[in-house]
């Protein structure tokens, strides 16, 4: 038995086509379906200001029709193959997907590159997707645990444009008419800011019908490179835009923040400044991630949930950007139970910074970091999306057999040095969003009726 297989691991074939974009396409004879997936190497952290949530909406716009086709053409064209269509907008890239049986890809690739190259821009279809948009923020705004967090992030990253809320807000969106979608669309899905990702049941044709249709993709002078992660220690440029020390403006103190809504729950979030993605001790960050609020043996839930009650959610988590991130710890309790709970979540820290991981613990979140990787390799989709966003990120593809020798090389003395660095609960942002005192809520109220007089 080959008891680490995923150690002969055949890289996708990567080229350049006519235009500059990158083609990868990784063929998985036996897989039962393709998937196409067309990525932007920027996201919402390279916008403008004046131009905040653009990718976003862009996003949004090229499903609302093409010069030959509507919205509804487009629409009924997917759902006529069964293909499962998707896009996302991230603050490092914006991707839209399709996974379709082998023998509909020619029709899915034809109609995805009609869709993201040729959108008719409308005046009359853009004026009414600003208002869909406009109420995703709201909805957003009306979601507890999404409000909380873009106000940590916006505190943690201070001017740093990683901040900012990938989907801009109403008075931005409402700016964006047709002639700022057609330059922007020229500038954001030029060629050379394109990977083309293909993974699946493919054959020569399919790379060479995507290569036709993607290869002389966008016009223009189109929107520079973003530069890949750098190799070696990846020093985070946030430096240059966030104090590390949070210093607010008219805060009594800047390691607390607080939003007020008559909700039932206290959302929180704590956390710090963390790294890039192309940082040294990412993989140490991983780690330490997963040790104190990853999976269910984790140390913060274990003592907040399990032997506490404190919480149903509860969660560590980071966010890696190109030159910076953060590291935070997130969930919701009952408002009565966040002293407590903030109380135990800052003693965990502080016992990781004291007493440091025994061995074995170690090596079970290594095992555990490790899996996630190798599982990884399962599946079209993930073959596809794992392609893409290392051509993105690092420009180049990293073999799992890397991350997982890299997870094994990390030791204590490292763990303990990003510890101290990133991990110390005297140097945590604590954010709360909940009810404030006085706040009218019912909380024995529970069946979702309205009591009103009979």
């Known amino acids: 038995m080959n008891l680490d297989p995923y150690r002969n691991e055949t890289p996708p074939r990567r080229e350049e086509l006519p235009g500059g974009a990158v083609l990868l396409t990784a063929p998985l004879p036996s897989a039962t379906a393709v998937t196409l997936g067309v990525w932007l190497r920027r996201g919402s952290q390279e916008e403008a200001p004046a131009l905040g949530g653009i990718s976003h909406f862009l996003e949004h716009m090229v499903f609302k029709g093409t010069l030959r086709r509507s919205a509804y053409d487009l629409a009924a064209g997917f759902d006529a193959i069964g293909a499962a269509v998707d896009a996302f907008t991230t603050k490092d890239l914006v991707a839209f997907t399709v996974k379709v049986l082998p023998e509909y890809f020619n029709t899915a690739s034809d109609l995805l ?24 923020i709201q909805e957003a705004l009306d979601t507890p645990e999404d409000r909380l967090h873009d106000a940590f992030a916006a505190r943690i990253y201070g001017a740093h444009p990683r901040g900012r809320p990938i989907l801009g807000t109403p008075a931005l969106v409402r700016s964006f008419g047709p002639d700022v979608l057609r330059a922007q669309h020229a500038r954001l899905f030029a060629a050379p800011n394109l ?34 992660a750098a190799a070696g220690n990846g020093t985070s440029r946030a430096a240059a835009y966030v104090d590390p020390a949070l210093d607010l403006d008219g805060e009594d103190d800047p390691l607390r923040l607080d939003l007020h809504s008559p909700i039932l729950q206290t959302y929180f979030e704590a956390g710090n400044l963390g790294v890039s993605f192309g940082h040294a001790d990412r993989l140490a960050i991983y780690l330490l991630v997963n040790v104190l609020g990853g999976g269910m043996s984790s140390r913060i839930f274990q003592s907040v949930r399990e032997r506490e009650g404190l919480a149903y959610t509860i969660y560590n988590y980071h966010d890696m950007g190109r030159d910076t991130g953060l590291v935070s710890c997130s969930g919701s309790c009952s408002p009565e139970k966040l002293p407590r709970l903030e109380e135990v979540l800052r003693l965990e820290y502080r016992r990781l910074l004291k007493d440091g991981i025994p061995a074995a613990e170690l090596e079970s979140n290594k095992a555990q970091l490790k899996s996630q990787l190798i599982f990884s390799l399962d599946g079209v989709s993930n073959q596809m999306y794992r392609a893409a966003r290392n051509e993105i990120y690092y420009g180049r593809f990293v073999p799992v057999a890397e991350l997982v ?31 404030a005192e006085g706040d009218d809520v019912d909380e024995d109220d529970d069946d979702g009726y309205d009591d009103g007089d009979d």
Request: glycine residues 12%; negative net charge.
């Open 405 to 435: 020798d890299g997870i094994d090389k990390v030791d204590n003395e490292q763990l303990m040095r990003c510890a101290n660095a990133w991990f110390d609960p005297d140097r945590l942002l604590f954010a709360v969003h909940g009810p």
């Open 113 to 136: 590159a009609e869709m993201l190259l040729e959108p008719a821009f409308a005046p009359d279809l853009t004026a009414l997707e600003q208002e869909v948009v406009c109420e995703e």
């Open 195 to 228: 990977v083309v990702s293909l993974a699946g049941n493919i054959g020569p044709a399919d790379r060479d019908r995507v290569a036709a249709l993607f290869g002389g993709a966008g016009v223009g002078g189109g929107a520079p490179l973003v530069a890949p």
